[in-house]
């Protein structure tokens, strides 16, 4: 058996395994399960819609919640948008520092070392083209 005639394939292969491996342990540290409740007809059809693009109903909705969250939060006037950042900043490090998590801010909008500050620095884009469509 000769060594070394793949070294850079199976190096560049341990590298993305193990690149993989610390997204999905950052993105397991990063959630949180969140209770809704939905009527039959609605859960029925987010099983069907789930199934349709292959992922959990549980995951599916998660997605879906993720953007119309930021849809709502791009929609409010620019001052609530800014408190709500802030608080929801706050509210993150908080429940991350419960997992040993620790968040290092840099930047005036709290984005920096850490990037888990998402919402003040969306606080400081321009939204203005999703009201003007509701109008």
Known sequence: MKF???????????????????????????????????????????????EMFGQSRYAFTGEIIEDFTA???????????????????KITTELLAKQGITIT???????????DQTWRGLACADFSYIRNEAA
Request: charge should be negative; hydrophobic fraction near 40%; proline fraction near 3%.
């Open 105 to 115: 801010s840099g930047g005036p909008a709290g984005n920096g070392i850490n990037e």
């Open 71 to 89: 849809d709502l939060f791009a929609s409010l006037p620019d001052e609530m948008r800014r408190t709500a950042a802030e608080k929801a900043d």
């Open 4 to 50: 070394g005639r793949f070294t850079k394939v199976a190096k560049s292969m341990v590298n993305e395994l193990v690149q993989a491996e610390i997204e999905a342990e950052y993105q397991e540290a990063h959630t949180t399960s969140v209770s809704i409740k939905a009527s039959v007809s609605t859960a029925a059809m987010l099983t069907v819609l789930s």
